[in-house]
């Protein structure tokens, strides 16, 4: 019986593999329909890419984001990974952002445009465990050098995604199973 919330979104991916589990909207708008199957090889790939980047079991990750496809698929992937998320929407003020995100020691964050890239860079000397940022959307040049100068490293999510299909998706069901209902979930 599932005890975490990675385990029961599995369970139901598995029974139910063919039913939508989320709509989003594209870039024109238009809501688009993904199934369990659909979102969890999603999901998997993701974890693949955060345990590339050195996220495990324990860690606290930012998530200064809206609501949208890629929050849920990052959501799920660092729960199942053992991880937690800090989350704060994007209509967060700079200093609640640099509280939220000091006071979990986050050394990741991720952050869906450059305004909220813009709030970490303005408040970049209270957050010195900060060390990379990933990018719903992707930075203009200008923001994301500024960024890289602060010392931080600047990532889009499409190339965490990427680092996931190179490394393979298939300790994520594995992580999922070590979950303990104990754990932290956001």
């Known amino acids: 019986m599932a005890q975490t919330?990675?385990?029961m979104f599995l369970e139901v991916a598995r029974a139910q593999p063919k039913v939508v589990a989320q709509l989003s909207k594209d870039k024109a708008g238009v809501f688009q329909p993904k199934t369990y199957e659909s979102l969890l090889?999603?999901?998997e790939t993701f974890a693949a890419g955060l345990n590339a980047l050195g996220i495990v079991r324990g860690d606290k990750v930012g998530l200064i984001s809206d609501n949208r496809h890629e929050w849920l698929v990052t959501d799920l992937a660092l729960?199942?990974?053992g991880g937690a998320d800090v989350p704060r929407g994007c209509d967060a003020t700079t200093q609640e952002i640099s509280y939220i995100l000091s006071w979990s020691e986050c050394k990741v964050s991720f952050l869906e445009n450059d305004k909220q890239l813009r709030k970490i860079l303005d408040v970049r000397a209270?957050?010195?465990?900060?060390?990379?940022?990933?990018l719903y959307d992707n930075p203009a040049q200008d923001i994301a050098s500024e960024?890289?100068?602060?010392?931080?490293?600047?990532?889009?999510?499409d190339e965490v995604y990427g680092m996931g299909k190179k490394a393979g998706k298939s300790l994520y069901a594995q992580e999922v199973a070590k979950g303990q209902k104990s754990e932290i979930a956001t």
Do not use: C, E, M
């Open 126 to 134: 209270s957050l010195p465990l900060l060390d990379t940022v990933i």
């Open 5 to 7: 919330i990675p385990q």
């Open 79 to 81: 729960l199942g990974l």
């Open 41 to 43: 090889a999603d999901i």
């Open 147 to 157: 960024a890289r100068n602060s010392g931080l490293k600047v990532l889009g999510y």
